[in-house]
């Protein structure tokens, strides 16, 4: 990564404020961060769940400042809402979901405060943010509580079993070795039970009907290309709009660590043509 970048992205934020909060759900206080333009839109917006990712045991919800959450902010006009989940090293599964489903409803509770059309309640993130993104689309249709319109899992960690392409990866950032780490750490001595829920796993998911929307983008030589495609092919299977855009890299997470090169500004440029999609055809009432 070009060690500039960061603070680059960090003085373009001055068109963008944040506010920092919390909420609490079974008992546990979850920290958030609210990103939004400094000139707030006349009228409501979409609002979005922007999970970070880390493989589950890493990571912040400041990352905002440094993925794609932060180019829906700018470019589109919305408001994000980041929860600072448990990590993995600090509370295993079901820690992380639970934190992000309590942010979840944090949004859809305060949506008319917020400026945010409840139709239009997405949930985004990269990586393990990602695996969060569809774990929390499943467990959410499951529940009945919230409806999301429109999901966005970018490259994500969704199956906890080794598939062709995170077996014997060696691809910069995150391999296999990384991979059964970050795993290990979330769900401890089920790690390698392929009878776990799919909220652990979003891969042990059989019943695709009724989930949102999607978009996402992978690289080729990367862990999670494999199931990834699966993912998407899937949703697709069942009816539900999914797309996915191809990259040829074997970097993880190419686009925020190296976004000067060419892949990465393409990948901007199609999750905004796709998020542009999304919130004038995606909508869906709240019970």
Sequence with gaps: MYIGDF?????????????????TYKGKKIPLLIVEPKKAPARKVPGVLWIHGGGYMLGMKEMAYMCRALDLVRNFGVKVVL????????????????????GLLYLKEHAAELGIDDRQIMVGGESA????????????????????????????????????????????????????IGWQLYLRKDAKRPDISPYASPSRETNYEGLPP???FVGTGEPFYAETLKFVQNLQDAGVP??????????HAFDMLYPRRPESAVAA????EAFSYAIKNYFTEQG
């Design 242 to 251: 999914a797309t996915v855009d191809i990259y040829e890299t074997d970097t």
């Design 129 to 180: 943010g990602g695996g969060l993104t569809a774990a929390l689309c499943i467990l959410a249709r499951d529940r009945g509580e919230v409806n999301i319109a429109f999901q966005m899992p970018l490259y994500p960690m969704l199956d906890n079993l080794d598939t062709e392409t995170s077996r014997n990866n060696h691809g910069h950032i995150w391999n296999t070795r990384l991979n059964h």
């Design 214 to 216: 999607a978009y996402t």
């Design 269 to 272: 440029k199609k999750l905004n």
């Design 7 to 23: 603070y680059v992205r960090l003085i373009k934020t001055r068109d963008v404020k944040e506010t920092r909060t919390s909420t």
């Design 83 to 102: 929860p600072g989940y448990r990590l993995s090293w600090q509370a295993p599964y079901p820690a992380a979901i639970e934190d992000c489903y309590g």
